[in-house]
């Protein structure tokens, strides 16, 4: 296995996923440059993670939050930008493995949420799941809980209705396109569960606010929002 490894390396020398630089011996996935750019978020607001120059946070003050807390690994740029884009698209074993062991660290060291009783992705629609072949979000609740050693329902949300595709939409437009696109999958009883969500990257927060809307509905105690990157 290792000589087939490194007879391809000879051929097709591993690139680096961000900027496409040959990897040296010691690099894998990225080069060491782009790797230091990968910068752990920290100083943000307490309820939805954004990062804040001080107390006041302006998204949390603006809206109402169904969410309990919202946690993300890093600040959003172009190399965190390429993890996702192949995590989605191609190499998505080796992306989602290598950013389990930033998940694990990050879990292990800021042991950011109480006790979470179950975990579920954020859902993609049923026929975006068929065209990719699977939900990148799943890849990863699948991970942290085994990590966290929690219960991981991959089906607890449906997409109700085909939403369109949201990075063309401003912040009104993006509330209206999700509202009521979910509904809870009643084989599961969330009453009075802590629940951690996990998506890719957590943006103007409409789906996960919607999300945890519903849930809190439904009376689970607390959501949980746990995500790569705040965009
Ligand atoms: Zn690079
Ligand atoms: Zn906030």
């Known amino acids: 296995m290792r000589?087939?490894?490194?007879?391809l390396d000879l051929f097709f020398p591993p690139l680096c996923l961000?900027?496409?630089?040959?990897?040296?011996?010691?690099?894998?996935?990225?080069?060491l440059t782009c790797l230091?750019?990968?910068?752990?978020?920290?100083g943000v607001c307490s309820v939805c993670g954004n990062e804040i120059k001080n107390k006041h946070c302006r998204y949390c003050s603006s809206q109402h939050i169904y969410f309990d807390k919202v946690r993300s690994l890093f600040h959003f740029?172009?190399?965190?930008?390429?993890?996702i884009h192949n995590l989605k698209y191609n190499e998505t074993t080796i992306v989602s493995n290598f950013l389990k062991s930033y998940f694990e660290i990050y879990l292990n060291s800021y042991d950011p949420f109480e006790k979470i009783d179950l975990i579920s992705p954020v859902p993609l629609h049923a026929v975006r799941k068929r065209a990719r072949?699977?939900?990148?979000?799943?890849?990863?609740?699948?991970?942290?809980?085994?990590i966290l050693d929690t219960e991981h329902i991959p089906q607890l949300i449906k997409r109700k209705k085909y939403t369109k595709s949201q990075t063309q939409l401003n912040k009104a437009e993006r509330d209206n396109n999700v509202e009521s696109a979910f509904i809870l999958n009643n084989k599961f009883d969330i009453s009075n569960k802590n629940i951690l969500l996990v998506d890719d990257v957590f943006t103007t927060g409409s789906t996960?606010?919607?999300?945890?809307?519903?849930?809190?509905?439904?009376?689970?105690?607390?959501?949980?929002?746990?995500?790569?990157?705040?965009?």
């Open 3 to 7: 000589l087939l490894r490194s007879t």
């Open 77 to 83: 740029n172009s190399v965190v930008q390429s993890l």
């Open 208 to 231: 996960v606010n919607s999300i945890s809307k519903l849930l809190k509905e439904n009376n689970c105690n607390k959501v949980f929002v746990l995500s790569i990157a705040h965009a």
């Open 18 to 31: 961000s900027c496409s630089k040959r990897l040296k011996g010691n690099e894998t996935l990225l080069c």
């Open 36 to 42: 230091a750019k990968l910068e752990w978020l920290e």
């Open 133 to 146: 072949g699977y939900n990148q979000a799943e890849l990863l609740s699948g991970k942290i809980a085994k």
